[in-house]
């Protein structure tokens, strides 16, 4: 009779533990489940907010009446590559802005009516896009693209990921605000050496004389 009566409790010590235990596992199976599940539907959220983004923004057409109307259309361009690009870090306005006014002579650029390069960016691959400036040995060219915008992208993409423009990245990793203090991160593009110079001009231009557009 002892030996039954052991027998009966040891049984429902087995069933206590393995219940308890597999209590546990189904309450830490379900936190899982529930945490996989949250982070699925953020993934979708974040997936719908980028989807609602691109069909909210169009590409916005490209004017260059006068200056304003130029720094207007790069701007648009920056909105909308902002809006409609995942995991894009921005860059200075004002020195994006300048660059391009440089660069382009304010849009009216032969490079930048034909081939809608905003920036000087070249290409040494002259299998790709490009025009050749008259005085090139074609040893490089002058990149060609579809859409102003798609320039802009470019050169947003060059200072965000360059090996040359890695102190233009410190500079912004330590939220310096002041524009002319990333103008001398700048040396690999271009060799004039009054290139500095010409860039602070056009900044300080842009501040006093311009609407600077206000990104959304």
Not at 1 to 10: R, V
Not at 11 to 35: H, N, P, Q, R
Not at 119 to 143: A, C, I, Q
Request: charged share 25%; aromatic share 12%; net charge negative.
């Amino acid at each position: 009779m002892k030996q039954k009566i052991k027998t009966i409790l040891q049984t429902l010590m087995a069933v206590t533990v393995i219940l308890f235990f597999g209590g546990i596992w189904y309450t830490v199976s379900a936190e899982k489940d529930e945490a996989l599940h949250a982070k699925q539907e953020l993934e979708i959220e974040e997936v719908v907010e980028t989807l609602e983004k691109i069909t909210t923004y169009t590409r916005p057409d490209f004017e260059r009446e006068n200056n304003q109307t130029f720094i207007d259309s790069v701007g648009a361009c920056v909105n909308y590559i902002y809006n409609t690009t995942t995991d894009i870090y921005p860059v200075n306005l004002e020195i994006l802005l300048a660059q391009a006014a440089l660069e382009s002579g304010w849009g009216n650029s032969r490079f930048a009516l034909e081939g809608k390069n905003l920036f000087g960016v070249r290409t040494y691959d002259l299998r790709e896009p490009h025009m050749l400036p008259s005085n090139n040995p074609k040893k490089w060219g002058v990149r060609v693209y579809m859409h102003e915008c798609d320039s802009v992208q470019h050169y947003i993409d060059i200072l965000n990921n360059g090996s040359a423009y890695e102190k233009y990245r410190e500079l912004r990793d330590n939220d310096v605000t002041d524009s002319l203090q990333y103008v001398e991160t700048l040396g690999a593009y271009a060799s004039d050496k009054n290139y500095f110079g010409k860039i602070k001009s056009i900044i300080k231009k842009l501040r006093d004389e311009y609407d600077i557009p206000i990104l959304k």
